[in-house]
């Protein structure tokens, strides 16, 4: 059997749940992430998170154009990559 794809892997029902996910405006242009902060958040990746979910959040925190250019990088849409080809 193929490896599925990391958009086959992330599809999920739809039917039923309507806009169940709102984005909210942000109005700020410039963030400061804080070293203690991304250390903890690092060392709870390890330990918590698949290598799809952390692919998958990489990607869609990216900008359309910072998809693209990564997309064009990975020989194509990077969805379309197995968890491994997207890793590598």
Same mark, same amino acid.
């Given at each position: 059997?193929?490896?599925? /794809?990391? #958009? ?5 029902? /739809? #039917?039923?749940? %309507? ?14 992430? =804080? ?5 903890? @958040? ?12 952390? @692919?998958? /959040? ?6 359309? $154009? #910072?998809?693209?250019?990564? $997309?064009?990088?990975? %020989? %194509?849409?990077?969805?379309? =990559? ?7």
């Amino acid at each position: 059997m193929a490896e599925r /794809t990391m #958009e086959e892997l992330l599809q999920a029902p /739809t #039917e039923g749940y %309507g806009e169940a996910i709102v984005l909210p405006e942000i109005n700020a242009d410039h963030f400061e992430i =804080k070293t203690n902060l991304l250390q903890l @958040v690092q060392a709870t990746i390890l330990r918590s998170f698949t290598e799809l979910t952390q @692919v998958d /959040t990489f990607y869609n925190g990216l900008n359309e $154009n #910072e998809q693209d250019s990564l $997309n064009a990088a990975a %020989g %194509g849409n990077l969805l379309s =990559k197995t968890t491994r080809e997207a890793l590598t």
